[in-house]
């Protein structure tokens, strides 16, 4: 077609998820199914998930936005993440998690949760996969709260 130009790139991660909109309906999904979830949400073993999943809600907002947010960088979108507790990195989140004190099962069981949450809305494996790994490169900085010694 005259004027039209061939655009061999791979489109990013951002844009095969379908964008902004449909990365915040995955993330609000998975957000109120983990506050179900009996290791990571409501009746979580570790006190401080139990304590911030019954009494802090006020916050899910919030979380919701800032887990867009993330998403949205990581995979490649416009957006730019900034966190309210940098870490060292500009995507870092070791400082965001450090005080929940998050177990490696705790993190698993969230693993879990996401998985469902992308087969709900039917999200390709491929692209699946991708958010997985996206997640999972950042287990050890959401863990690392629970590695360090008792305050
Ligand atoms: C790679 C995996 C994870 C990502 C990408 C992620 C993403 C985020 C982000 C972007 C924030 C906001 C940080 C900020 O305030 O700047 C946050 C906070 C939080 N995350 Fe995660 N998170 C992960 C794992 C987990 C896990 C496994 C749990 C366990 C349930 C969890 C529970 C929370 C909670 C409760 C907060 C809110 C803390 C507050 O009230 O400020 N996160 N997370």
């Not at 902004?20 to 999904?29: H, L, R, S």
């Not at 979380?63 to 309210?84: D, E, H, N, S």
Request: hydrophobic share 40%; charged share 25%; aromatic share 8%.
């Amino acid at each position: 077609m005259e004027g039209s130009i061939i655009v061999s790139a791979e489109q990013s991660l951002y844009d095969r998820l379908g964008g902004v909109f449909a990365i915040a309906a995955v993330v609000d999904y998975f957000s109120d199914r983990i506050l179900e979830n009996p290791i990571a949400g409501k009746a979580s073993p570790n006190p401080q998930l139990r304590e911030w999943s019954n009494n802090q809600l006020g916050r899910l907002p919030g979380l919701k936005f800032m887990r867009t947010l993330w998403v949205c960088a990581a995979a490649g979108g416009p957006q730019q993440y900034v966190a309210t507790k940098p870490g060292e990195t500009l995507m870092g989140l070791e400082n965001a998690h450090r005080d929940l004190r998050i177990s490696s099962d705790e993190f698993d069981a969230v693993a879990g949760v996401l998985e469902e949450s992308l087969d709900h809305f039917g999200v390709p494996e491929r692209e699946k996969g991708e958010v997985l790994g996206a997640f999972a490169a950042h287990k050890e900085e959401v863990i690392t709260g629970s590695k360090s010694a008792a305050a």
